[in-house]
């Protein structure tokens, strides 16, 4: 039983020095670095996509949101709440935002009840269960059964598409600017110091050699090896 407690301090330690390594080395840390400004500078491109829309859809009624197609009922569950109009009853699939308050009228209506005074306690409720059936879209309340094609939101993916990458290519082409001057600057310092120190430039390769290939590299390489085991073996042989 007591070897068993040394081994697991041992694997534990072990363990624990592995994890260590694994923080400490440069590359998780920059990954974590990364991930951290990503999500800082994602809000920073949200914020400024959503002004941008709000800006391109300023003159649009009701947003975008408002923009849908309500597909004609092929179920009975999609025809909508009925209504009971000139003594018959309807279904509605959609109605408008100033149609509200006689909808609600009409809704209670058909469950039998009359009399009903605008903004009322009785009124609220019966808005409150009728406007529970429909979902809002801008101006427009359309059944939550129904089909409908939302154009509002693929048009909406569409803009904030274009606007997010026009937004990335701006910041990316500043970002190049920044780092070509940059490059130039270095290049202009260092073109000055072989100016005063030009025993340090280095020598440009002569005009029509060729460019050592990776064989060449690896000749080279096999041959300093030979000439380091010969040298490692001739003092043996002297010693015989």
Do not use: C
Request: aromatic residues 10%; proline residues 4%; glycine residues 8%.
């Amino acid at each position: 039983m007591g070897e068993k407690q040394p081994k697991k301090k041992g694997a534990f330690k072990r363990f624990f020095e592995e994890f260590k390594a694994f923080i400490n080395k440069g590359n998780a840390f920059m990954l974590a670095v990364g991930v951290v400004i990503g999500g800082a500078f994602n809000a920073i491109v949200t914020s400024l996509v959503n002004i941008l829309m709000s800006l391109a859809t300023w003159g649009v009624p009701g947003g975008l949101k408002g923009l849908v197609t309500v597909l004609p009922a092929l179920t009975d569950a999609q025809k909508g709440a009925a209504f009971l109009q000139n003594g018959q009853t309807v279904n509605l699939q959609s109605f408008t935002m100033a149609e509200v308050n006689d909808r609600v009228i009409e809704f209670a209506a058909q469950q039998g009840v009359t009399d009903l005074k605008v903004e009322s306690d009785t009124f609220i409720q019966w808005k409150n269960s009728l406007l529970g059936l429909y979902e809002q879209h801008g101006t427009t309340f359309t059944y939550k059964m129904s089909a409908i094609i939302d154009w509002g939101a693929f048009i909406n993916a569409v803009i904030a598409f274009i606007i997010i990458g026009l937004t990335l290519f701006i910041i990316v082409k500043i970002m190049n600017k920044i780092e070509a001057k940059k490059a130039e600057a270095k290049a202009k310092a260092l073109e000055k110091y072989y100016e005063k120190h030009p025993e340090e430039r280095p020598v440009p390769p002569e005009e029509g050699t060729p460019e050592p290939t990776e064989a060449d590299i690896l000749k080279e390489i096999l041959a300093e090896l030979k000439k380091t085991n010969e040298g490692k073996k001739k003092p043996a042989k002297e010693a015989e």
